[in-house]
C-alpha cells in the first residue's frame, strides 16, 4: 500500500508542479503528467545532492584506514583465520618444483568438513587443481596433520616439504 | 610502472575497440567533443566485443591471453573506423576526412559553451563535476578494499585467476566435481573481465580488483549519460545519473564484486537502447543493444533470464502495435535478425558446456512442466513477499521503483507514449517474473536461497526499471513542449529530432 501511495505521490507532485509552471509555460496545462518527470528529476537531485556529500566525505578517512592494513591481511580477508602463510608457500612449492600445473589431495579429509576452509584453500592453492582421490593427486597437501600418518601407512611418498608441526607437502612418486 | 600504466593501456584499448563500433554504427563522428562524450559507452561497448570475442575463442580452445586481447582491441577498433571510413568514403565524403584541428580549439570551444550555458546545462555540469570527484575519490577507496565476499572469490575472482593461470579453458576445473560449487556454468564475461585486469598489472590482486569494477561503474554512468542525453534534458538525466551513483544497492553491491549488478548495468544500457529502438526505429540503436544485452547474458544466467523476457515483450509490442507507417512483418524482421544475432554472440558458451557435459544446478528443462511447477506453488509467495520487500525498502533503492511506476502510469495514460511505457512497465514485470521462476525451480531451500540472494536477484529488473525512468521521464517533458531535444551536431545522420515516443521524426539513413 505504502507503494502505491508514493507512486499517488510522484503523479499528483507532477500535476501539482504542471500548475505552478502554467503561467510561465501555458502549452503544459495540456500536459498534467509531463510534470511527473520534473518531480521525479527533482527528487533524484534531492537525493542525490544530500546522499553525495554523506558518502563522500567519508572516503577519505575510510581509504586511509584500510591502507593500513597489509596488503597480505587484505588479500586473505576472505579467511584470516587459515594457515595462509602456509597455503601461500605450498602453492610456491608445487609450482617451483613441478614447474607446471598438476594435482593435489588435501589431507586430512576434516579440513573439507570446514566449508570455508576447504573453499578457500583451493582458490589459495590455484593454479593447482585438487582432486578428490588420492591415487589422482600429484602432491599431498597436509594441513594441521603432518605426513607422519602417511608414511606410516606406507604410501609412496618421493619428497617431504616440511613447513612447520603439522604443515607439510609431499610430491607423490607417482608424480610427473 | 606497469601496475601505473597497464591499466590506463586497458582503458584505451577498450575504449579504441568501443569507440570503433561505434563509429562503424555512426553513432559518433570525428570530432573531440563527439568522442569525449561517447568514452563511457566506448568502454561498455569495447569490454563487451572484446570479451564476448574471447570468450569464442577460448570456447574453441584458444589460449585468450594479453597478446590476444591487445590484437583483439586493435582488430576491432581499427575495423570499426575503416568501415566506418569505408562508408563515409561512399556515402558521405565529408566524413572521410580527418581534420586537425588546432590545440586550443576545443578548450576555446569548452569554455564558450561553460559561459553561455543555460541554467539547465549549468546544472548538469554541477552535477557531473561533483560526480567527478566522487569518483576519484571512490577509486581511491575501491582499489585498497579487502575481497571478502563469498561468491567474489569463491566463484568469480577464482575463475578469474584461472584465466589468468592457463589463458585458455581449463577443462578440468569445469568439469570436476570437486569444483561444482563454483558453478561452473556460469558464464564468462566477468572472470574474463577480471583476467584482462590481473594480467595488466601482473597478478591476481584482488584489492585493486575493486578499482576495475568502479570503472566499470563510472563507465556505466557515462553511458546513461551519453544515451539518455539523446531524448532527456539535461535538468533531468543529470540528478538521475547522479542519483543512479548514490543509489545503496547498487553502488554498495558492486564493490562486493558479485556478478549482479555487472550484468545490470549492461542489461540497462541494452534496454533503453531498445527502448530507443521501439520508438525511433534507428538500426543502429538495435544493433548496439544486442551486443549489450549480449554481454549481460555472458555475466550472470539472470541475465539471460531478462533479456529473454525483454525481448519477448519487445516482440509482442513490435506485433500488437507497430511503428507509426510500419507493416507488421516489415517492423518484426529487424527486431528477429537481431535476436539472432543475439543468439549467435552468446552461443559459443553454451556450446561448449553442452558439448562437456556441464549441467548448471537449475532444472531448466523442468521448470516448465506444469506437474513440477504446481509442486513448488508454496514457494511463490514467500518469494514474492521478499522480492517486494527487497525493492520496496527505499533506505536502500531511493524511490527509484515508485519513479519508474508512476513514470509508466503517466505514459500510459498519454496517448503518444503508450508503447514505450508498455515495454518499460512489461519487461520490468517480465524480468521480475523470471526471477520468481527461478526461486521456484531452484533446488535448494528457499529460506537460505532468499536471504543469501534476494538483495541482489532484484537489480536486474530494478534496473530495467530505472531504464524507463531515464526514457519516460525525458518523452513525457518532450511530448509536452514538443519540441526538439538532442543536439543535432552529436550525430552525423538518423538522428531523433523531436519526442521520441510520440512518433520520432527520423532522417532515415538506414
Redesign the interface.
Known sequence: M??VF??L???AG?MALVRLLAQG?P??T??P??G???V??????V???G??WQ??SG??E??RT??L?S?F???H??DPGANNAFLEWARKEMLGVAGS?GTYYLEPAKVLADPLLS??S??EL??E????KLSEAEWIVFYEAGPHLAIKQGRPLEKIFHYSSGYALALKSNAR | MRAELGPIALIGGYCFAGLGVLASLRFIRLSIGSVVAALGLAFMVGVAVVLLSGIALLCVGAPVNIEVLGSLMALIGLGGFGFAWWQASWRRPSWARIRLWPLMQPIRQAVFVVRGADAEHRVAAGVLIVLSVFSVLTYRWARVQPLEAWDAWAIWARKGTLLLDYSHLPTAFFTSPVYAFMHQDYPLLLPLYEASWFRVIGSADTQSLHAWFWVLFVAFLWATAYVSSRVVRPAIWAPLVGLLAVTPEVWTQLMTMYADVPMGLYLMIGVLLLGLWITGQRRRDLVLSMVLLAAAASTKNEGVTAVVSTFAVALIVTLVAPAPGLARRRALVPLLAAIAAFAGMVAPWRLWLAVHHIKGDMPVARGFEPSFLLEHTGRIQPTVNALFSEVTAQSNWYYLLPMGLALVVAGLATPGLRRIAVFYGLATLGAFIMVLWGYVINPNGLGWLIATSASRTVVGPMLIAVAGTFHLAGALLTHAFQCSTPDPSRYPSGHATATQGVGVRLERSE
Open positions: 505504502t507503494l508514493q507512486v505521490g510522484f503523479l507532477g509555460a502549452r503544459l495540456r500536459y503528467l509531463a511527473v518527470g520534473m521525479v528529476a527533482l527528487v533524484g537531485g537525493l542525490f545532492w546522499h553525495i558518502i563522500g572516503l577519505p575510510s581509504t584500510a591502507s592494513v596488503s591481511a587484505a588479500q580477508e576472505a600445473r573453499l578457500w583451493t582458490y590455484l593454479p587443481r585438487e582432486t578428490s
